[in-house]
């Protein structure tokens, strides 16, 4: 089956190529129309938690 694929593409030059050039421009158009408004989060990750020490000191309860 393979053999069947190369032998119609050496026997369909053109073809090939104006495939192979709609491919190409697909892609570009695909690049330059792709939004990129989203940009990675690099900070560290945080957790919030809240939770009541009664008695003890700001410092006390967040170590």
Do not use: C, H, K
Request: hydrophobic content about 50%; proline content about 6%.
């Amino acid at each position: 089956m393979l053999g069947r694929i190369i032998e119609g593409s050496v026997r369909n030059v053109f073809l090939i190529a104006v495939m192979t050039l709609a491919v190409i421009a697909g892609g570009v158009y695909a690049l330059l129309r792709t939004p990129l408004d989203a940009q990675p989060d690099l900070s560290d990750v945080q957790v919030i938690v809240f939770t009541e020490y009664p008695g003890q000191a700001p410092q006390v309860v967040e170590d």
